[in-house]
């Protein structure tokens, strides 16, 4: 954050951020981080045996001999192929080779030579190549290390703890504090929570001394460094959240080690249940309004919660309320084949990625929720997934329940600005909020009344997903426009207009939503607010019609107004969708099934490519189908969707 960017937010903010960038000038110039570095050594050293306080993170209870066999040989075989080279980044599989470049985008060859953290600058305009921080900082979180971890656990076989022991030291020789593209709030946040998983593991296995040792060294440094760099502002995201949970991890563990420690502890309690609520909004949802980044914020408070109740600190009833309901929107938005709409931004973040499952499929931390919550509707799968047997212990996830309702259901987030309408084989999600970050957008996007669109457990409309941040950033800009949504453009404008790299005015404000449920079906209508704003304003009204018995979508737009515009609608079609336009309308064929899209007969029809983005860093090219109007005065368009029947 910059100096005229601080001075933009309220007085103690500023205050705050000035204080803290004082502090690290001061820092910088008295040499500070290189002494801290050495303090920390000498005294972890000098310990005279490894220092192995537990965070309370991992159930006292768990054993590996527990863990059933199919997950033993799942650990044993992904740890081969890490110390084989084969490492997944953003779920694509890499083939890497040891020294690790820890500061380099290997598909760009492109390196951040070591500096100090404070000089880097990510968000180039031109680029020759696209080359992307989030790369490096990915595969120096760590996370890749825990199943080698596991896999040591179960079969104590000395090269795996090598291994783990070669990455650490080599990881902390090329990467000292403050001095490498790797030292960023939210990076040392990530990683801390994955080393901690990572030593929770190692000191229930024999032969770890001399690992834990450079454990402990690596996180403390890692808290010294987050406490001088603590993401605060006015309007706190998900790297606040991240750096409270791993303050309070490590915090926990070496408090009565490394004294400041302490500090770091109290800070994070005093913290984090006040910013729960601040970024859960009433019904649940995060109020980034992006679904992959809720994920991710209810991993944090999962983990923070869970390790305060086991070291005693009671949370209040009102804030397990709110993050069970933030659990409970994860369980409704959860499609019927178990992954997960993009919505808003992407970057496949997760703090539990070693459970085997897609980075789009959040059942394995519903599993935890279950368990936490003594809940069994959060858990929707019958999968025992292993970080459920290391957090909770053998003898809970044996009994743990599982229900999977096939019922229709609709949900109305009201306060989040989502509405969902699901059966067992059949999905329709639609954002009907305003931008998200309290009207900043961040990680939202220009998504007002778009929505996707499942049937037969096949996407049909979806997404389009987030391919990149700061590899491309006018790719990053389309992705997050108006036309890169299934919604509706007036006149090539905007929704909102957006601003700098990430925000989004706050023009576009949905109003008079309602959801209408039926016997035979679901109605969702809204207006906004977002073209008010053109020389002759415009009032878009949407209706989602669904019909239950054969899930037919009926969408249509009510355009309020007083002259000639342009309007253009949008329908990004999943990556195996094959369109065809012809007099009766638009057949989309996916898996051998025929669904047809009928439009009004003034709407010209024309089909063009897309970049969709399943995963952070992965595109492929798809189909979207634009539907053109030209429309004067009020006017009404629709568009249907329904699945074609053999003798039709």
């Not at 001075?7 to 008295?30: C, E, N």
Request: hydrophobic share 35%; glycine share 6%.
């Amino acid at each position: 954050m910059n100096i005229k960017t601080i001075l933009s937010k309220p007085i103690p903010v500023v205050w705050y951020r000035f204080v803290q960038l004082i502090k690290l000038k001061i820092y910088t110039k008295t040499n500070f981080w290189y002494k801290i570095e050495d303090k920390v050594h000498k005294k972890i050293a000098n310990t005279k045996s490894p220092w192995k306080e537990k965070s309370g993170f991992f159930s006292e209870s768990f054993s590996a001999s527990d863990i059933p066999e199919s997950l033993q040989t799942i650990a044993i075989d992904g740890a081969k192929d890490i110390m084989d080279g084969k490492i997944s980044v953003f779920d694509v599989s890499y083939n890497f080779t040891t020294p690790f470049r820890w500061n380099t985008d290997w598909r760009a060859d492109y390196t951040w030579e070591n500096n100090y953290f404070k000089t880097y600058s990510f968000y180039e305009q031109q680029k020759t190549k696209e080359y992307d921080v989030k790369f490096p900082w990915e595969l120096s979180r760590l996370s890749f290390l825990i199943p080698v971890a596991r896999a040591y656990q179960i079969e104590e076989k000395k090269h795996q703890l090598a291994y783990l022991h070669e990455i650490l030291t080599d990881w902390k020789t090329n990467n000292s504090i403050a001095y490498s593209v790797n030292w960023y709030a939210m990076e040392v946040s990530v990683r801390t929570i994955n080393l901690i998983q990572l030593r929770e593991i190692l000191l229930e296995t024999p032969d770890t001394d001399t690992t834990i040792t450079i454990l402990n060294e690596i996180l403390v440094l890692h808290g010294i460094f987050l406490w001088r760099n603590i993401e605060f502002t006015d309007i706190r995201g998900n790297h606040y959240s991240a750096n409270l949970t791993a303050l309070l991890l490590i915090g926990k563990v070496f408090k009565a080690l490394y004294p400041e420690a302490n500090a770091w502890y109290n800070y994070a309690l005093k913290k984090i249940e006040k910013e729960c609520h601040l970024q859960f909004i009433e019904d649940g949802v995060n109020f980034e309004k992006s679904i992959p980044y809720h994920r991710l914020v209810v991993e944090f408070y999962l983990i923070s919660f869970l390790v305060m109740q086991r070291s005693g600190v009671k949370v209040s009833n009102d804030t397990l309320v709110k993050l069970k309901k933030a659990c409970e929107f994860t369980r409704d938005y959860t499609k019927p084949n178990l992954l997960t709409p993009i919505i808003g931004d992407n970057d496949s973040a997760s703090v539990f990625q070693n459970d085997e499952v897609m980075l789009n499929d959040h059942t394995n931390m519903l599993q935890l929720a279950s368990l936490f919550f003594d809940d069994g509707s959060l858990n929707i799968t019958t999968k025992k997934h292993y970080s459920v047997f290391e957090i909770f212990g053998t003898e809970p996830v044996k009994s743990y329940k599982h229900v999977k309702s096939n019922e229709f259901q609709s949900s109305f987030y009201k306060k989040g600005g989502f509405v969902i309408v699901k059966n067992k084989q059949n999905y329709f999600i639609a954002d009907i909020g305003e931008v998200g970050m309290k009207g900043r957008g961040g990680h939202g996007h220009n998504d007002l009344f778009s929505f996707e669109l499942m049937c037969g457990q096949t996407d049909i409309i979806i997404d389009a997903g987030c391919y990149t941040y700061t590899g491309d950033l006018a790719l990053k800009t389309k992705m997050k426009s108006t036309a890169y949504h299934n919604g509706l453009l007036v006149d090539g404008e905007e929704i909102a207009p957006m601003i700098g790299n990430w925000g989004i005015s706050n023009v576009a404000a949905p109003f008079d939503v309602a959801v209408e449920n039926t016997d035979s079906r679901v109605t969702i209508s809204g207006k906004h607010s977002g073209y008010n704003r053109l020389a002759d304003p415009v009032i878009h009204e949407r209706t989602f019609e669904i019909q239950k018995n054969d899930f037919k979508l009926i969408c249509t737009d009510t355009i309020t107004c007083k002259m000639t515009h342009e309007i253009q609608r949008h329908l990004h079609f999943s990556g195996n969708v094959n369109l065809e336009v012809n007099r009766n309308g638009v057949f989309a064929t996916c898996k051998g099934v025929q669904y047809v899209i009928t439009t009004d007969n003034s709407t010209e029809l024309k089909v063009e490519d897309f970049i969709l983005s399943y995963n952070y860093g992965s595109k492929i090219i798809s189909k979207k189908l634009t539907l053109h109007s030209k429309i004067t005065g009020v006017s009404t368009l629709h568009f249907s969707i329904e699945k074609l029947h053999l003798n039709e």
